[in-house]
């Protein structure tokens, strides 16, 4: 009978030990701070707050994974704005009532850009679904817009 208490209190006496390091160390309590701005979708922020919980303690597996990620995520979000910005300028363009060849060979060039940009992405398992479905989108578009201006 004494057996059947003493092994569980052993487990849960480890286990809290365990988890008061894990909150005490502000290596790892930076590292919930950043997991926390990721999952929200501040990505800027937590890859800072990894990369500082890494810098105090390397062997933070948990700030690793967040600051690989973060860095992933970023680049996505990094498409999106040069997407929106050149969707700009191509929309501008398609307001004039003839394009000209110059015209044609800009959008050319920048679908090319954007294709190429995309090639380079590579989402992880955690990378968030939304953010690479929006980038899938837009790569569509700029793919569908490069067919129709070669032709």
């Known amino acids: 009978m004494n057996t059947k208490l003493v092994f ?3 487990a849960g006496a480890i286990l809290l030990i365990m988890g ?5 160390n502000p290596s790892y309590k930076i590292s919930i701070e950043a997991k926390y701005h990721y999952e929200v979708g501040e990505y800027k922020e937590a ?16 700030a690793s994974t967040i600051m690989a990620q973060s860095k992933i995520s970023l680049q996505y ?5 040069m997407a929106n910005k050149y969707m700009k300028s191509i929309n501008e363009i398609a307001t004039h ?3 000209s060849n110059a015209d044609k ?31 899938a989108s837009y790569h569509t578009k700029f793919e ?6 070669n032709k």
């Open 144 to 149: 569908s817009l490069f067919e129709k201006v």
């Open 47 to 62: 890859y800072k707050l990894a990369q500082e919980a890494f810098s105090l303690d390397l062997y933070n597996r948990m």
């Open 77 to 81: 979000v990094a498409y999106m704005e």
């Open 97 to 99: 009532e003839v394009i």
């Open 8 to 10: 569980p209190s052993i």
């Open 105 to 135: 060979a800009k959008i050319r060039t920048i679908c090319e850009i954007m294709i190429g940009s995309y090639t380079k992405l590579a989402p992880s398992v955690i990378t968030d679904k939304e953010l690479v479905e929006k980038v």
């Open 20 to 24: 008061l390091f894990f909150l005490a």
